[in-house]
């Protein structure tokens, strides 16, 4: 049976949040200003750059979820 400590609920909506800003940098939107280096106008100019950056801290905030906030029983 899985324990979850206490702070394990935000460290989920934090990696939640992070994986949706990533996703939202791929984004098409022709309101860009330029394209971006994909090729296409997105939400972000800088996309493949941005979304790695912010999968990044969402594996990191997982890594610590699952490493530290879950322990079995």
Do not use: N, Q
């Not at 460290?11 to 860009?32: K, N, R």
Request: with cysteine; hydrophobic share 50%.
């Amino acid at each position: 049976m899985k324990i979850r400590k206490k702070g394990y609920w935000w460290l989920l909506s934090a990696t939640v949040f992070f994986t949706l800003m990533a996703i939202t940098t791929l984004l098409p939107d022709e309101g860009a200003s330029k394209v971006c280096m994909l090729g296409y106008k997105a939400h972000c100019t800088f996309t493949p750059i941005s979304t790695v950056l912010c999968l990044l801290p969402a594996g990191l905030v997982c890594f610590i979820r699952k490493r530290f906030f879950v322990s079995y029983k």
